[in-house]
């Protein structure tokens, strides 16, 4: 189906979803829903979300779906580093080592993630426990306070809805048309 798309096209793809993933997203509504404070690590929690399931998708693309998540996770460093310089208050060498740390959590995160989506919701709920919901709320003593059960449920199931709309999209919606709406965070009944 993408025979011929020029692998530059197919970069600049990845780039553009990125930022699906890390500016059209209800940032703030996420904050409030699951009260994260207003950081660079939680827009990250946030965007590493967003970025994992839509690379969960693309990955059924084959090496084409490869190439675009490649092209995503390449343009999620670069607008980290330019976030954290932006933000200006740290030495360069120790914004590097903050974000080859966030990298690690990074690739590390891709896998528990994928468990739970594999697994039955029991399991998603765990590794959206451990990913999301711990890594936000550790405290300095290390120790952690338990999620909010019905917050813990309510991610668990726009993780699940997020991927069913995924998995109905056309390849070439996603890929070329970059036609991506996320669905709200809290369902409309």
């Given at each position: 189906?993408?025979?011929?798309?020029?692998?530059?096209?197919?970069?600049?793809?990845?780039?553009?979803?990125?930022?699906?993933?890390?500016?059209?997203?209800?940032?703030?509504?996420?904050?409030?829903?699951?009260?994260?404070?207003?950081?660079?690590?939680?827009?990250?929690?946030?965007?590493?979300?967003?970025?994992?399931?839509?690379?969960?998708?693309?990955m059924n693309e084959?090496?084409?779906?490869?190439?675009?998540?490649?092209?995503?996770?390449?343009?999620?460093?670069?607008?980290?580093?330019?976030?954290?310089?932006?933000?200006?208050?740290?030495?360069?060498?120790?914004?590097?080592?903050?974000?080859?740390?966030?990298?690690?959590?990074?690739?590390?995160?891709?896998?528990?993630?994928?468990?739970?989506?594999?697994?039955?919701?029991?399991?998603?709920?765990?590794?959206?426990?451990?990913r999301f919901f711990?890594?936000?709320?550790?405290?300095?003593?290390?120790?952690?306070?338990?999620?909010?059960?019905?917050?813990?449920?309510?991610?668990?199931?726009?993780?699940?809805?997020?991927?069913?709309?995924?998995?109905?999209?056309?390849?070439?919606?996603?890929?070329?048309?970059?036609?991506?709406?996320?669905?709200?965070?809290?369902?409309?009944?």
């Amino acid at each position: 189906m993408f025979s011929g798309v020029p692998l530059a096209k197919l970069k600049a793809s990845g780039y553009i979803l990125v930022t699906f993933c890390t500016q059209r997203t209800d940032l703030l509504g996420f904050f409030e829903t699951f009260d994260m404070p207003d950081t660079f690590y939680s827009w990250f929690l946030v965007s590493e979300l967003h970025i994992w399931i839509m690379g969960a998708r693309l990955m059924n693309e084959g090496e084409v779906g490869r190439t675009v998540r490649n092209a995503m996770v390449e343009a999620l460093w670069l607008d980290c580093d330019t976030r954290a310089k932006a933000i200006g208050d740290m030495a360069s060498s120790m914004r590097s080592k903050h974000i080859t740390a966030i990298a690690e959590e990074f690739q590390a995160s891709l896998f528990i993630y994928d468990e739970g989506l594999m697994g039955d919701d029991m399991e998603l709920a765990n590794a959206l426990w451990r990913r999301f919901f711990l890594s936000m709320k550790e405290k300095e003593d290390g120790s952690t306070d338990l999620p909010d059960p019905e917050k813990l449920l309510l991610l668990v199931n726009y993780v699940r809805r997020v991927a069913n709309y995924l998995d109905t999209m056309d390849a070439v919606d996603i890929i070329v048309s970059n036609n991506i709406k996320w669905p709200a965070l809290v369902e409309k009944k």
